[in-house]
């Protein structure tokens, strides 16, 4: 067991597109478990865009993450020592520090089954981006049989999710992304009705006028931005809106930068819902979203992709991708082997 660690801090709060320079690597002792603790090392860091909001100081429905301390986020590690009720060795998911080691209350760990799916599932298909999907799409967006549901950021972890559990409820659903890497997966692999190449259509708006000839019944946003003003063109009466994220925007340095035209007239006209949504809101359901999950994974209905990047020191850089559109499904850090 080594007696110092990696750990990595917000340095300062990015304006604009995050940089390398907004991070530090600091070198730290690593900690003696107290009572109640247990001694877990990091196996798999999840990186999310959500954590961008979190980088800045302003009011919203997470803390920010504070300068010159440990940036947070989901991680799946390995057990170390014995506890009461964790013993060495088992596989454990929390919300956790960017660091190599930690010493973790153990009501904060999970203990994970991995005859289901492997540990680093948890922190996509089976874990927090999941649920999102599971429950964004089904609680907001209900989609009907024989409905057409548009979902943007069609490929990473979340959009890819929804459009399989809108294809498992009888729709028609078409994903908009950014790649045509990502086009073949999403419909060869998923089996999604259309995709768009939102980089290399010549006419968004046209593009999703030929993909959607009966107009737009559920549309699950993560991206915000021109994308969505175009989607919400082709609404329906009566058609529902789950925004889940506005990647478009995250990394605008003023409201300014992300004026758009105004959706009331659109909505009023369609009669539509359009209602934002944070996973956590759930909370007390997600023993139900995870066993939905889980056998409709088990029984083949759900697939999900993932990239893996290996190594600690390559954690800024897997985040600072997901704003370039480089990962496709879940993006996930190796940290290390079981021991």
Request: with cysteine.
């Given at each position: 067991?080594?007696?110092?660690?990696?750990?990595?801090?917000?340095?300062?709060?990015?304006?604009?597109?995050?940089?390398?320079?907004?991070?530090?690597?600091?070198?730290?002792?690593?900690?003696?478990?107290?009572?109640?603790?247990?001694?877990?090392?990091?196996?798999?860091?999840?990186?999310?865009?959500?954590?961008?909001?979190?980088?800045?100081?302003?009011?919203?429905?997470?803390?920010?993450?504070?300068?010159?301390?440990?940036?947070?986020?989901?991680?799946?590690?390995?057990?170390?020592?014995?506890?009461?009720?964790?013993?060495?060795?088992?596989?454990?998911?929390?919300?956790?520090?960017?660091?190599?080691?930690?010493?973790?209350?153990?009501?904060?760990?999970?203990?994970?089954?991995?005859?289901?799916?492997?540990?680093?599932?948890?922190?996509?298909?089976?874990?927090?981006?999941?649920?999102?999907?599971?429950?964004?799409?089904?609680?907001?967006?209900?989609?009907k049989k024989g409905e057409t549901v548009v979902v943007s950021g069609a490929a990473g972890a979340v959009g890819s999710t929804v459009g399989q559990i809108a294809k498992i409820k009888g729709a028609r659903v078409v994903g908009i992304a950014g790649s045509d890497e990502k086009i073949a997966y999403l419909k060869e692999e998923l089996q999604f009705d259309e995709a768009i190449n939102y980089k290399t259509a010549d006419d968004i708006q046209k593009a999703l006028e030929q993909a959607c000839p009966d107009g737009v019944d559920v549309y699950f946003d993560n991206v915000g931005g021109p994308i969505s003003d175009a989607v919400i063109n082709l609404l329906n009466?009566?058609?529902?809106?789950?925004?889940?994220?506005?990647?478009?925007?995250?990394?605008?340095?003023?409201?300014?930068?992300?004026?758009?035209?105004?959706?009331?007239?659109?909505?009023?006209?369609?009669?539509?819902?359009?209602?934002?949504?944070?996973?956590?809101?759930?909370?007390?359901?997600?023993?139900?979203?995870?066993?939905?999950?889980?056998?409709?994974?088990?029984?083949?209905?759900?697939?999900?992709?993932?990239?893996?990047?290996?190594?600690?020191?390559?954690?800024?850089?897997?985040?600072?991708?997901?704003?370039?559109?480089?990962?496709?499904?879940?993006?996930?850090?190796?940290?290390?082997?079981?021991?």
């Open positions: 067991m080594p007696n110092h660690q990696q750990q990595i801090q917000l340095a300062r709060r990015p304006k604009g597109v995050p940089a390398h320079d907004d991070f530090r690597f600091e070198t730290i002792a690593v900690p003696e478990p107290k009572d109640g603790e247990v001694l877990v090392k990091t196996s798999y860091v999840s990186v999310d865009p959500y954590m961008r909001g979190r980088m800045q100081d302003t009011k919203s429905y997470v803390e920010p993450f504070a300068l010159d301390e440990a940036i947070t986020g989901g991680v799946i590690a390995e057990v170390l020592t014995d506890g009461d009720k964790l013993k060495k060795g088992d596989v454990v998911i929390g919300n956790l520090a960017w660091q190599e080691y930690s010493a973790v209350n153990e009501s904060a760990l999970r203990k994970l089954d991995t005859d289901i799916a492997p540990a680093q599932a948890y922190l996509g298909i089976l874990g927090m981006t999941g649920l999102t999907a599971y429950f964004g799409l089904l609680d907001i967006g209900r989609p009466e009566f058609a529902r809106i789950s925004v889940c994220g506005a990647i478009s925007s995250y990394n605008t340095e003023s409201e300014e930068e992300d004026m758009g035209p105004r959706v009331q007239p659109k909505l009023i006209k369609t009669k539509a819902l359009m209602q934002g949504f944070i996973v956590s809101d759930y909370a007390d359901r997600f023993s139900e979203g995870a066993k939905q999950l889980a056998e409709w994974l088990k029984d083949g209905k759900l697939h999900y992709e993932e990239t893996i990047t290996e190594g600690f020191s390559n954690i800024p850089d897997a985040f600072l991708g997901l704003f370039k559109g480089e990962n496709k499904g879940k993006q996930i850090i190796k940290v290390s082997d079981p021991s």
